[in-house]
């Protein structure tokens, strides 16, 4: 068809670019194509990405799927100008919902969506993803990229993630089903906030005048390297115990607290007693509740203070698992045990 | 622990409502949970959601992921105060972009983030989802819901949505890689913008002083009723077809419109031909193009002008194709054909 009218862009003087949109398509799928790529089938640019099943070996599989974001530390991740560690936060997240439930992870998807396109934000955004799927060993499978004027400020943005992984179903019958009384919890260590309760903590600590390259109180760095602290994968740690017959149920601190989530593996009439002084939390944690006046009942709804991942364990076993947590570079603490009743009680 | 300091909800306070999300995930299971079932292993409230191969019989199946989202039609949403649509959007996107592949749907997970947890437009949002989910057979398996104030206005939202099918290697392999010089491309009927465009849509109708509840002049309806017409899923017309040898290939017409994505499922050395006067676009389109004054190749290029989808056929079975996609519901019209060259061109 000729272009017979306003040869100008009227999209883009809407304020959508589509030239630029293709020009970041084929910086994408360098950035994409440096993932792993066990499964993966044709190349990026398809309708939708492909994953070969030949590879899955898990006996009766069933997928399992997850999808999530990073709440407001976008907008930390933003007032820092550091736009490269939320997609590994997003990527790990995920991979810890699968782990929780006893899956490993097989591939991701991204969505990116901003009030205007940065070329140079956006990619760091897709290697933050890209980063996180070669720590975890799995696929940037797709994504999409929306530039959504209006929806979102000029240099505003969300990110989601999407996960898919597998895992064998007598697996998925036994994790959960089989924690009974007397099993013990054990808690493996948080690199921070992770992805949660981000809301708070910024009111918390901009509230008081401070600014987020500010040094914070307790030793090095500044406020924005500890908000921006990756969420820890928990691969490396959990997923050598999926099949071990002393792991009964695992938890992913996240979204909800220890509240929100110790319980959500347990069968009715099982619950979890925790005790508060079995660790001592990190110094970002302490310093919000001090700072920011936040009951202690309220904090382990909030924030996963120190403990991002927990294991139901066998008793006797758990000095055994506890040493291969700690081989695997996760030192893990006992924080209690499950008790007959419901719900989370702490002590 | 007993709550020694402040009884009232600092994360409420900090504008996150932990008990209304609660209520809220507990009217959500009501809904998810009347969405198709087949293949969904345990209930709702899981750290993913569980979907079991074993009723999976394609032959060297391969999964198929995509992810995308509705762009600026929220906003359209927003101003009508219709919530309950864009779910549907969502899916049937995500569903034809499968088809485009060759993929068959198993099962879909929703992102909603927004700035202030309004209970009655997310449970909207949700029943699109499941409504989606349920006239394209499969279960919502999961989502995430976010209240993220100072990412999003307080009454505004964005949703991702995330599917995964699966199809036999060998028609992956076979779709695409057929097409050939002289097939013909059949287009099947959009029922409206999509997903996409709203950005320079809205923008050309607003700017008359326009509003959303004001009738469009061609006849029925409002504004808002011909901007959030649902996105169509070609399920019912496609599916029956992805193993037909007279189907050599098909194409979503989403963002980018003809030129980004007719070519897409095309190999090296074969491009396209269309007949921009095959069809008359519907109203809606000439009304963008002349009040817009948007030249006919951005046209093009932004919307889908009336064709949502498009398969490229054996010219001998076009009727007989064309006729069972009409048998569908779907009457296509041929509007070109597959030549030697590259890319798209238009006569």
């Known amino acids: 068809m000729p272009e017979t009218r306003d040869p100008a862009s009227a999209y883009r003087a809407a304020g959508v670019d589509l030239d630029a949109a293709d020009r970041f398509k084929e910086k994408l799928k360098r950035i994409v194509g440096a993932t792993p790529s ?15 099943l030949a590879g899955v ?11 999530d974001g990073v709440g407001t530390k976008v907008l930390v991740a933003r007032a820092a100008g550091r736009h490269d560690t939320l997609g590994r936060d997003l990527v790990n997240h995920c991979v810890d919902d699968l782990l929780a439930q006893g899956a490993r992870p097989l591939f991701f998807l991204d969505y990116i969506a901003s009030g205007r396109l940065d070329e140079a934000v956006a990619l760091a955004l897709v290697e ?6 070669r720590e975890n060993g799995i696929p940037l499978l797709g994504g999409e990229t929306a530039e959504m004027p209006d929806v979102y400020e000029a240099d505003g943005y969300d990110l989601a ?22 099993d013990v919890v054990l808690g493996l260590p948080s690199s921070g906030l992770h992805t949660n309760g981000y809301t708070l903590a910024r009111k918390v600590i901009l509230a008081g005048g401070r600014s987020i390259t500010d040094s914070v109180p307790w030793g090095a760095g500044t406020w924005a390297d500890a908000l921006l602290a990756v969420h820890r994968s928990y691969l490396a740690a959990v997923l050598p115990l999926l099949d071990d017959p002393a792991l009964h149920g695992c938890a992913h601190v996240t979204g909800g607290g220890f509240e929100g989530n110790l319980a959500r593996p347990l069968t009715p009439g099982v619950g979890v007693r925790l005790r508060r002084d079995a660790w001592v ?3 970002l944690f302490e310093f919000l509740e001090r700072e920011g006046n936040i009951a202690p009942d309220e904090m382990v709804r909030v924030f996963n203070m120190g403990i991002g991942f927990c294991l139901y ?5 758990a000095p055994r698992i506890a040493h291969a947590c ?3 570079g996760a030192p893990a603490v006992e924080i209690g045990e499950a008790v007959t009743g419901e719900g989370v009680r702490w002590d």
């Not at 933050?128 to 799927?133: I, L, P, R």
């Not at 364990?313 to 076993?317: F, I």
């Open 281 to 283: 939390p990190p110094p």
């Open 57 to 67: 070996r898990e006996s009766d599989p069933v997928l399992v799927a997850s999808t």
């Open 128 to 133: 933050g993803f890209a980063a996180g799927c």
């Open 161 to 182: 993630g999407f996960i898919v992984g597998v895992a064998p179903r007598a697996r998925l019958d036994r994790l959960g089903a089989t924690v009974g009384p007397g």
């Open 38 to 52: 066990d499964g993966v089938v044709g190349g990026v640019g398809g309708f939708g990405g492909c994953f070969a």
């Open 326 to 328: 700690a081989d695997a």
């Open 313 to 317: 364990v066998d008793r006797r076993e």
